[in-house]
């Protein structure tokens, strides 16, 4: 059964950084795109990095300059690189898998067909 599962997320303070991490099963690493998303209580899931097959990276305009998306296709994981963190990156973050639709390092939510189930990020002023 393909799955991914991510670790890494916690409480810190405002300017604090963190690593989140997502173990992939073999067959949905890496296939078009994977990305990273959060949603906050009440809110829609929106996308903040991905990354794309040929390693091209795509940000959302909110985390650009303080978070790095990066993979490590040896160990099927992928990685968000969290610094300079504020009160509204407060979220549950969720790693994703897009397997069908190829060409660039999307930021849509409907694109991803493999989720994982969340690691919760808070961030106190």
């Known amino acids: 059964q393909e799955q991914l599962v991510e670790s890494g997320g916690g409480s810190v303070q405002s300017g604090g950084s963190l690593r989140l991490s997502c173990a992939a099963s073999?067959?949905?690493?890496?296939?078009?795109?994977m990305g990273w998303f959060r949603q906050a209580p009440g809110k829609e899931r929106l996308g903040v990095a991905a990354i794309d097959s040929d390693g091209s990276t795509n940000y959302a305009d909110s985390v650009k300059g303080r978070f790095t998306i990066s993979r490590d296709n040896a160990k099927n994981t992928l990685y968000l690189q969290m610094n300079s963190l504020k009160p509204e990156d407060t979220a549950m973050y969720y790693c994703?898998?897009?397997?069908?639709?190829?060409?660039?390092?999307?930021?849509?939510?409907?694109?991803?067909?493999?989720w994982g189930q969340g690691t919760q990020v808070t961030v106190s002023s």
């Open positions: 073999e067959r949905i690493f890496n296939m078009y795109s």
């Open positions: 994703a898998s897009n397997t069908y639709y190829s060409g660039g390092a999307y930021l849509a939510t409907p694109l991803y067909n493999y």
